[in-house]
């Protein structure tokens, strides 16, 4: 689970380096809809499903995923504590965000 995606790149990178499925999601739909076209341009759609969504409001049945992560999207969220609700015990989700 790629949590607040962009336009996909973590996605595309995460799905070739660790051939694996990524879901990712993001609040923008312009980055969500770029991303998709990204992935369809690389031939990773089968791989890589890209859409709508909220870190704090995750809308997966329990226990989907079995990692998440987050690239520069933690700085923009008040709550940190409700994140990851819904994902596995044991998820890693490292957050990379610059100092205030």
Known sequence: MDIG????GAS????LTYNCRVSGID?????VET??????????SDRITLSRGSALALDFAAETFDKAY??????NISDKAALGSG??????IP??????
């Open 70 to 75: 987050m690239l520069h999207v933690g700085m």
């Open 27 to 31: 609040l923008t739909e312009e980055f």
């Open 5 to 8: 995606c962009g336009i996909g």
């Open 12 to 15: 595309r990178y995460a799905a």
């Open 95 to 100: 957050v990379t965000s610059p100092r205030a």
């Open 35 to 44: 991303g998709r076209e990204l992935c369809r341009w690389t031939g990773l």
């Open 87 to 92: 994902l596995p015990m044991g998820s890693m």
